[in-house]
């Protein structure tokens, strides 16, 4: 569990304003990954980065944007292009993309108005 | 892609009852991982399987695998309030991502 830090935990935003969210990891690890979960829908994969300067689009990509400049860093853009982005954001990591167990950091909540 | 169904989606229990959550996917699996989130919380890894009719304890939790590696459970002996959450199975999608079930919900009543 320990070592992703997700911030800010809980946010609020105007419809049509860009937000970034942050995180951050000090295990080391080659793949960091964001999900989001939505009552009733389980977790639900946005984007995946298994190395730095590279990343790859997971099921809803659309209206995110990230990048990965650090190792450590991998920070999620929810851009106003994204329809309905009010939601339970999820940053992950993983020793490798191998299937290894992921852990996920404590979580952001978005609320846009 | 790789998807994976879950059932039952919500279940209430009494403490001291069994509960069981199912996994089940229409294409064999390498593995299977499953997770549990507790209310406010964020998903926390539990076990993984992977061997063909695997059978692994922790505790009052027994998880299984398959013969077939197209499903597994989770059971928990007397569930207490601290089992409450949402447990959720995990595949491998590709070969570098985990597709997540959409979780059993659990909540027992003391």
């Known amino acids: 569990d320990g070592g992703i830090t997700q911030s800010p935990k809980y946010l609020f935003r105007k419809e049509g304003q860009n937000v970034t969210l942050s995180c951050e990891q000090n295990l080391n690890h080659d793949a960091m990954y964001w999900y989001r979960q939505d009552p009733g829908q389980g977790l639900r994969l946005i984007y995946y980065?298994?190395?730095?300067?590279?990343?790859q689009k997971g099921d809803i990509a659309e209206g995110y944007s990230v990048s990965r400049e650090k190792k450590e860093s991998f920070p999620l853009t929810v851009t106003s292009a994204q329809k309905n982005p009010t939601a339970f954001y999820l940053c992950?990591?993983?020793?490798?993309?191998?299937?290894?167990?992921?852990?996920f950091g404590e979580g952001s909540w978005l609320t846009v108005v | 892609g790789q998807q994976v169904m879950q059932i039952p989606q919500y279940q209430h229990v009494q403490e001291g009852e069994d509960f069981t959550t199912y996994c089940n996917s229409s294409?064999?699996?390498?593995?299977i991982q499953w997770y549990k989130q507790r209310p406010g919380g964020h998903p926390v890894f539990l076990i993984q399987?992977?061997?063909?009719?695997e059978v692994k304890k922790q505790k009052r939790l027994t998880f299984q695998f398959g013969e077939a590696k197209k499903n597994s459970s989770l059971h928990i002996t007397a569930t207490q309030t601290t089992d409450v959450g949402t447990y959720f199975c995990a595949v491998e999608k590709g070969y570098s991502t985990l597709t997540f079930g959409k979780g059993t919900m659990l909540l027992v009543s003391p």
């Open positions: 294409t064999t699996l390498s593995n």
């Open positions: 992950a990591s993983s020793m490798d993309e191998s299937g290894n167990t992921i852990y």
């Open positions: 399987l992977v061997k063909s009719g």
């Open positions: 980065s298994q190395i730095v300067n590279d990343f």
